[in-house]
């Protein structure tokens, strides 16, 4: 399967700020997809991030508080914006990757955990 | 709406016992079905997936199940040891989308 590399891996933020978390993985993928986990909950998709367009979002999440970029095959950021103590979660990013010896499904980068302040 | 839902919700058990941990799903219309494991503060790291065309999957100690037409997968640990203590999620894909159980918490005691 696929290596993600994930950082921050976790970060401490005053309210206000912004925060860029990135994810570079090992191979050349199509589609990224980055999750939020909220404290004592499940994953729950923000975004997925093709290269060269523009991010789909789903329902509950806006380009203007979560901005994507997908610059290559191989890298994108998240950014939370102007983040409350609420934006406190752990951020995954994910890919679905072919991996060597077939399809071996999903995998994770290993999370950035925000706390906001 | 499709949602995934994971019994039980916690399980403490001693050493050396074999369990089950349930998934069920309500849409059946699935592209495949995988199980992960989370640490605490950590990311998910993959036990088994099941595509929409097998049964299930075997890895070690574990062994996965999978039935779509009652909607129902379940995550099979022989010989449970200190180590399995995490949180498995059942994640159920449609369409590049994954979707997530709440997680059952495992707590194996020495």
């Known amino acids: 399967s696929a290596v993600i590399s994930q950082k921050p891996s976790r970060d401490i933020c005053q309210r206000g700020t912004s925060l860029t978390i990135q994810c570079q993985v090992d191979?050349?993928?199509?589609?990224m997809f980055w999750y939020r986990q909220q404290p004592g909950q499940s994953l729950t998709l923000i975004a997925t991030?093709?290269?060269?367009?523009?991010?789909?979002?789903e329902s509950g999440f806006v380009i203007d508080k979560f901005p994507i970029s997908r610059p290559n095959l191989t890298f994108s950021t998240l950014t939370v914006s102007n983040m409350s103590p609420e934006d406190s979660s752990i951020y995954l990013c994910?890919?679905?990757?072919?991996?060597?010896?077939?399809?071996?499904?999903?995998?994770f980068g290993s999370g950035t955990r925000l706390t906001v302040v | 709406k499709q949602e995934v839902t994971q019994i039980p919700a916690a399980l403490s058990v001693p050493e050396g016992e074999n369990l089950v941990l349930n998934c069920s799903f309500t849409?059946?219309?699935?592209?495949?079905l995988q199980w992960f494991r989370q640490d605490p503060g950590k990311g998910l790291t993959s036990l088994l997936l099941?595509?929409?065309?097998?049964r299930e999957q075997t890895s070690g100690r574990l062994n996965a199940s999978l039935d779509k037409s009652s909607g129902r997968s379940t995550l099979y640990i022989a010989a449970s040891q200190p180590g399995d203590s995490a949180t498995y999620l059942c994640?159920?894909?449609?369409?590049?989308?994954?979707?997530f159980g709440a997680g059952t918490i495992l707590r194996v005691k020495s």
């Open positions: 994910s890919v679905d990757g072919p991996g060597q010896g077939g399809y071996s499904g999903y995998t």
């Open positions: 191979s050349q993928v199509t589609m």
């Open positions: 991030a093709n290269q060269g367009s523009e991010a789909t979002y």
């Open positions: 849409d059946s219309a699935i592209y495949n």
């Open positions: 099941i595509q929409s065309s097998q």
């Open positions: 994640a159920v894909e449609y369409g590049n989308k994954l979707v």
